[in-house]
């Protein structure tokens, strides 16, 4: 029984293999979900209405495969997602769980475990394309450090550059048409990981050999562990032409990484990210990097992933209200204008009279008053 | 009575006028110490031993000063510098105190307050080149939102992307070889600011348009403001060709803006950004940003301001012996190479024993540990 | 006009003389708005529905007023209150703003300065009780340190017990009958403030002469400044019989003390503070120690007080709606009960089939979903 | 070859099992490191100088050990105790790794839950006291919530009350004499942990039955993730007599539970920690609740046990040189005293003049900056 906030294709809701099938594992504690075969969580997707399915290689096919069973177990998955409707968008590789990347991957002190990570991804490369996915990210979760006494970080950058541009090729000569969309964390599980926010990242990119193949992919949650406005960060790469990916989810700041329901832990900064990507037509894939309580069998799961895409199209309809709201129009429309600078003899010869501008409040309390009202939906 | 700790001209030392100069208000409280006039604040860094000053333009001349004053003020500043062996490295402009910013500078949304805030600019560019500065910071304080309600974050990014270009050329127009080095901060005073990090600067560096005057002012506090690794940022910066002007100081994480003695709120963390600026030679102005606690009249000012300069020369040190010491490098030299990764084809035939590269430990707690020893003098 | 959002008196909203005050000055910039004169502040109450104003003693009398002043300042202010139908519920006292207090008050280093901090302090009793609080909060915003070199933190522990034991025994022989409210916070102004949370407060008044005459003052900003759960903290001090008074507003986690409109920073928090305080019926003041932007006129500042007493009204509603929604009490019906534990030798005895316990997920995600509908009101 | 900072018995520097037994798991990465088997870890201590080792349960005894094989583990364990001159100064219980607490323990909604909770704990309550154990340390990793949906907080905390209450019992009943330390944890693995802070345990323990049985288990780690003031929370805990334990590590402010080596994260609070200890003579176990980097094999995780204790001996050794400075002495001394409060009318009647008092500056930055030079070991 559908209704206004159900997901349909067109939204391009898409969940990793990892968000649903995540089993509840964490620093404190056991797993407490059984596996979910890959197979199944597509049909768990299919059932909850999302469009797509993002994964790490080995989501999929596990590190020591041999080519036979990598080969079935791929084309069984493309089966599964045809029979479901499920599209794979994304693709990525893992270079963080396995104890050779203890010291990172890219940026590793040692050139086997380096060159071992490129040939990881290079093949994590083969299964996106064959999987049809365009967008690769690559999220470094291991590069970085516990001691800055281990590795000099400016190291580090002309490492990651040397990796980046290697897989560009790597597409290029492939014909693969990939995307990359780098993803930045803080910290967790590295003391510190290189590359702290996606401004980081913004900053690499054109240092790169083929900058226009590579872009961002914000995380809800990894800009919030440090307590950055995440909206900003997303306008800035969206400006730039950056905004490759996103991944959607919750935190509070100032914690372990959470990746908690979207919406779940600040509904009024999701509702503005919400508006922003659907006021400018960000038109990728609506990725949830999240995943249920450690409280929760398979049924909460599903509940977990029905709530992530059911809050993002509430969310959805209170920017439209929000944009259609008279008195909110009339506030911003009295908030000031776009209008370009004077030139340079005009601008030098100006008097400003500092006292009389500041004079009139902005009516910000109102406006943001209002937002809560229409958030709160008793407007 | 000089030693190995004292400051000495080629150590560019450079503090603000406002450092020393600060008088001890803060949210909760009034002024604890009578006005410093900016040429004794000249003198009272000669006597320190600092090489540099630096200013806004109202730490030296009133915002409503008349031409002539202003030409007066100016003259005897400059005298005051030359007596007292002072230069002026760095010049900026302040954006932020009066209430004309309250919204925002370059990012407001009134045009008359950009406009202002351009023209403030130009002439805080004229003083700065008539005291012989030859970089230029600029810290948008007000450049950020309580409410994301107030205006698209993307069009914060074209205005201020606007106002830089528009100042660049007025630089070039002038022929005052301005290097221009922005600073960024996540929040305080603004709820939170945009550019929030080095980073979101790096990133949008390159979508200026004359991205070749334009570099990054990084400092301690503000990165760590929100839990980042300074030096992380700062390596990246460096790393770029963009690291303009550097703002020492310290800084307990996830608080307000604390401004403290360089070095005393981390020793480890301001030992690693010392090292990291030695070992690569960046040889720009030392400027700490930072002022005395509230609790100290002039002569703890003194104190303060010595102990930043002594602190720094006093982990160089250190950073010169972790450098000569034999089981460090031995450690590190253990630890890997910079050796490029194989080509393609060979690559994808190499086979790893990830088992094996995995199995033996980095020794990084004893490296750390080390360095610990170092730091702490028992080694 | 009155609607079910409106604020009425048996709501026992507050605020501060100097919330609504508050004249927009920060560490970075001027004030913004004109002094608005406590008569007039009490005005602006009444105008927007409030039921009592709270007063720091300079808020109303000036530290330096002769006796005569004083006496005519509270008289006036008296008649303005009755004018208004305001009450003084809660008053307390500033030992903050003045230079006397860079380092402390109670816990100053200084004797003297100790000494004048309680004789201070009785008198703004006299003057809380004159205007009929019979609430005292005590706030010690400077008892703190920015280094530990500086005092003994045991001793800071003594001198606070000694005050707040001084400050009791007054009360009983003045008859005052005063219940002091202890305010917690960890930093800002002091890089580190004694008495960090709410708990520390908690943990210190059963070590008082007087602790029946002893509670808590949580705020929400100072709290959550530390990035915890301010409905936990609340719920341990009503549980204790110690949530003497509140103080509402938000805050953004990891920063400064930003003191926002009651709900606009993390309206689902709000939500289970306002929850818990309705469902528990405390029955205090809801005092907003808040203040508007630094963009606002004095209408604006109506505004925001309005919004304060508006969204907690809002959330009120939605609480009544959370324990009305048959499938919410029936999620929390199923979620366990408070059996309480069997007796010894029956549980040593007792056999639990853990596997068995652990196979069922809770609906927790089920549940915090519809918590988030019921919030964003489509529900 | 023995020298000063070399542990020796009468420092009581003990580890747990599960520190120097850490495998490097964490949420992102597979164990790196083998299993070390409970009696080759009390080797490994003994090797290099500790003085006792703690455990829970489940670190010694599987849970679902057979009493014969619990009472050979148990039996073997001693010996090896014996053997290598280790004692078991605390034991405390795992009611955290089990997916059968992922809802809590103590305070888990189901009744089941709490009784074998209650249960597991008087068994490791009977394990420690075999062992010889006087300390009882509870740690409640799971008593919280991701949302407060889930449960009322005040219930939590009548939960948690019966259940101390109920073990206090069993001590007492069965002649222990343990003394129970709680250890507070602000968040992780939870969303949000009851008891976020040691204030908060300060607070409950007046509430017990038996609040003279009950006292804290400070940790650097988990105070710091919330950004506190680990000193002030240590100091505030023994002046109330209730520092029963404490747990040294390090960690960085704002992140997910590090444990780093001790004194690696930030040397200066870690001095202020251990000169405190060592002022107020402190007499129980200095227990180092930390583990090794996930770079590290067991050779390294030596190296990270045998740095927490040599670096706690130098840090005392420049407490004993910092009592000892003459001229921190001196400063010290000018700072104030302890002189108790005037008598009432006495008090009422002195005049102060605050312009006089706050003339002078506390030389603050100059006592910092000694205490920095000392911990530099350039003085």
């Given at each position: 029984m559908s209704d206004t906030y159900s997901p349909r294709p067109e939204h391009k809701f898409s969940f990793g293999l990892w968000t649903v099938g995540n089993r509840g594992r964490d620093p404190f504690g056991d797993v407490v979900r059984p596996t979910l075969a890959p197979n199944d969580a597509v049909a768990l997707l299919g059932e909850i209405g999302a469009w797509g399915v993002n994964l790490h290689d080995n989501d999929l096919?596990?590190?020591?495969?041999s080519p036979s069973d990598r080969d079935r177990i791929v084309r069984e998955f493309k089966s599964a997602c045809e029979r479901h409707h499920i599209v794979v968008p994304m693709a990525t590789v893992n270079?963080?769980?396995?104890?050779?990347?203890?010291?990172?991957?890219?940026?590793?002190?040692d050139p086997q475990v380096r060159a071992y990570a490129v040939q990881k991804t290079l093949r994590a490369m083969d299964l996106g394309a064959e999987l049809g996915a365009k967008i690769f990210v690559l999220w470094g979760g291991r590069e970085g450090t516990e001691t800055d006494a281990a590795r000099r970080a400016d190291e580090a950058v002309k490492r990651l550059r040397e990796a980046v541009n290697y897989l560009c090729q790597y597409s290029i000569d492939r014909k693969y048409g990939f995307r990359f969309a780098l993803e930045a964390k803080p910290n967790e599980p590295r003391g510190d990981i290189y590359m702290a926010t996606t401004g980081n990242y913004l900053g690499l990119i054109p240092t790169l050999?083929?900058?226009?193949m590579v872009g961002v992919n914000p995380e809800v949650a990894h800009e919030q562990m440090a307590g950055l406005n995440f909206v900003h960060a997303v306008a800035q790469a969206w400006e730039a032409g950056k905004l490759f990916h996103i991944d959607l989810n919750d935190q509070v700041s100032g914690r372990y990484d959470q990746d908690f329901r979207f919406g779940s832990a600040n509904p009024k900064s999701a509702f503005f990210l919400v508006k922003f990507l659907e006021d400018v037509k960000y038109d990728g894939p609506r990725h949830f990097d999240a995943h249920a309580y450690r409280t929760e069998d398979y049924e909460g799961v599903k509940q977990f992933a029905r709530g992530c895409m059911r809050t993002y199209l509430i969310l959805k309809e209170k920017a439209v209200r929000w944009n259609a709201d008279a008195e909110i129009t009339a506030l911003v429309a009295a908030n000031g204008s776009n209008a370009g600078l004077p030139a340079r003899d005009a601008l030098l010869a100006q008097n400003f009279d500092r006292t009389a501008i500041a004079a009139?409040?902005?009516n910000y309390e109102r406006l943001d008053q209002l937002t809560m009202e229409v958030l709160l939906g008793v407007r």
């Open positions: 096919v596990p590190i020591d495969a270079l963080f769980y396995d104890p050779v990347f203890r010291d990172g991957a890219f940026t590793a002190n050999q083929y900058p226009d009139t409040g902005l």
